[in-house]
């Protein structure tokens, strides 16, 4: 899944705006979303997690783990019906991490 390098700043650019993109979503999403989808709070903190691991350049498994228990979380990313643009740009930018770092 990771090279042997897997610190976020030797992840490709793309990987990098993403997650620009999804910390500056995700918290927004998650305070106007949350009621009704608690699963934001969890999505949350995995995602600042799977960031951590990947800016420690820590355990590769730990990552992997992570990126399947978002998909579990998001049931793959699936927009609700009653997302704003804000919870899509948040589930897009999650699914491209996802695509990018499992395609590594």
Do not use: W
Request: hydrophobic content about 40%; aromatic content about 6%.
């Amino acid at each position: 899944m990771f090279g042997r390098s897997n610190h976020l700043k030797n992840c490709s650019k793309s990987v990098q705006k993403s997650f620009k993109t999804l910390n500056m979503f995700l918290p927004k999403v998650q305070k106007i979303h949350g009621a009704k989808h608690p699963e934001l709070m969890e999505v949350k903190q995995v995602t600042d997690e799977l960031q951590a691991v990947l800016e420690d350049g820590m355990d590769t498994g730990r990552a992997t783990a992570l990126l399947e228990k978002l998909r579990s979380l998001t049931r793959n990313y699936a927009i609700p019906s009653d997302a704003c643009p804000a919870y899509k740009n948040a589930y897009k930018a999650l699914s491209q991490i996802d695509a990018i770092l499992s395609a590594v």
